[in-house]
């Protein structure tokens, strides 16, 4: 008979998933959602079939996101490490096979980690995210089931 093994990881910090549904390109999204929340969110790479890695965009420290994209993602991705001293943002396309079901009418979601403090109020994130013209809609995914899929 089998021996079953299970592994308990615990995490250090706390995960805000929004989803964000829109048309816009990402880099467009980006710019409205650093006005809407008054963060700076810039380009980072992750590793893409066409070749290497590119530096992220910042002389920033790598941050808890790393240098893989959140979701796996190809392309580019924006993060932000610098606006609130233990909140790290990113903001990324995720394609639809790697969501959840509930999730899949998202294109985008925006990932906040925190560390050590609590997260930022996601009804207040939502309600600053719909004041831009490019986001059509906004959700709190972080209650929906098989979301740690979006984690690196």
């Known amino acids: 008979m089998a021996r079953k093994v299970y592994i308990e990881q615990s995490f250090d910090y ?6 964000i549904a829109s048309t816009e390109r990402v880099w467009k999204l980006c710019h409205e959602v650093n006005r809407a929340l008054g ?3 810039q380009e980072s790479r992750s590793e893409h079939p066409g070749g290497p890695a ?11 996101f790393g240098q893989e994209a959140p979701g796996g993602a190809a392309g580019p991705y924006y993060e932000d490490h ?6 790290e943002y990113a903001l990324a396309a995720l394609p639809a096979a790697r969501l959840p079901r509930e999730a899949r009418a998202f ?3 925006l990932l906040v980690r925190c560390a050590g403090t609590a997260a930022p109020d996601p009804d207040d994130l939502i309600a600053r995210l719909s004041t831009a013209p490019a986001v059509l809609s906004a ?12 984690l690196p």
Do not use: F
């Open 82 to 87: 610098s606006s609130h001293p233990e909140w």
């Open 39 to 41: 963060i700076s969110l």
């Open 107 to 109: 294109r985008y979601a």
């Open 139 to 150: 959700m709190d995914l972080s209650q929906v089931k098989n979301i740690k899929s979006l």
């Open 14 to 19: 706390q995960l805000l998933v929004i989803g």
């Open 54 to 64: 590119q530096p992220p965009a910042t002389d920033s420290p790598e941050g808890l």
